[in-house]
């Protein structure tokens, strides 16, 4: 696609479900992130893919969240037994690729998938 | 580690007028990138302009402009001629250019509100 697409736009859940946020990122983009927006704040570093690299995992809250990107393309991001704290904007973003040159600095993002847990 | 502050929790400006968003930041390293961010209440985040640490010009785009203050770590984005459609969410970023693949850390965003 143009840009980067994100699903479901908004989800509200009951506490304790587990939920899972797809992100799909910008075509030949191999480099991908996952970003948590709490209300008011700014965006909190969950996850980075690099092509076929072990992903970042350092900034990943809890054990309870979990991220997987199949194929080196779309990614999902899973939130078990959901937590009213997790309440947030969850933010996708890919860059051509994630290393340190120039070219590969822009990150392109999606529109957030907003989670409500009640 | 990085650190991302932005001191201005909100800010607002007369239409046409010029305004500017402070942001400072925090690191060792001497050579890093830096972004503006724009985030309507669309929620999607939208690049205003880039700055390279070793770059002494000030970047520079359209009605954008930074004060890249490299020793003071200091980035600020004016915005001259403000317009409605400028209204939104502002956040200043960092990106270290040392580390291969690092995340952007971000400030906490400055609310701008423009008064017609």
């Known amino acids: 696609g143009a840009g980067v697409s994100q699903s479901p736009s908004n989800k509200v859940t009951e506490k304790g479900k587990d939920v899972e946020l797809r992100c799909d990122p910008i075509?030949?983009?191999?480099?991908l992130y996952w970003y948590r927006q709490s209300l008011g704040q700014g965006l909190e570093f969950l996850i980075y893919?690099?092509?076929?690299?072990?992903?970042?995992k350092s900034g990943l809250p809890s054990d309870r969240f979990s991220a997987e990107r199949t194929g080196g393309s779309v990614s999902t991001l899973t939130i078990q037994r959901t937590q009213q704290e997790d309440s947030a904007v969850y933010l996708c973003?890919?860059?051509?690729?994630?290393?340190?040159?120039?070219?590969?600095?822009?990150?392109?993002f999606g529109q957030g998938t907003r989670l409500t847990v009640v | 580690a990085q650190t991302v502050t932005q001191s201005q929790p909100e800010m607002s400006v007369q239409e046409a007028e010029t305004v500017t968003l402070s942001c400072t930041y925090d690191?060792?390293?001497?050579?890093?990138?830096l972004f503006w961010y724009k985030q309507p209440p669309s929620r999607q985040m939208i690049l205003v302009i880039r700055?390279?640490?070793?770059?002494?010009q000030n970047a520079t785009e359209n009605r954008f402009s930074v004060n890249f203050q490299k020793a003071a770590k200091s980035f600020s984005l004016k915005i001259s001629d403000s317009q409605l459609g400028d209204a939104a969410m502002y956040f200043c970023?960092?990106?270290?250019?040392?580390?291969?693949?690092?995340?952007?850390?971000f400030g906490e965003g400055t609310q701008l509100t423009v008064n017609p």
């Open positions: 690191t060792s390293e001497s050579d890093y990138y």
């Open positions: 700055q390279e640490a070793y770059k002494q």
């Open positions: 970023a960092y990106r270290s250019k040392e580390t291969s693949g690092s995340r952007l850390t």
């Open positions: 893919f690099q092509g076929n690299s072990a992903p970042d």
């Open positions: 075509s030949g983009h191999t480099a």
């Open positions: 973003a890919s860059s051509l690729r994630g290393g340190t040159g120039a070219l590969n600095t822009e990150a392109f």
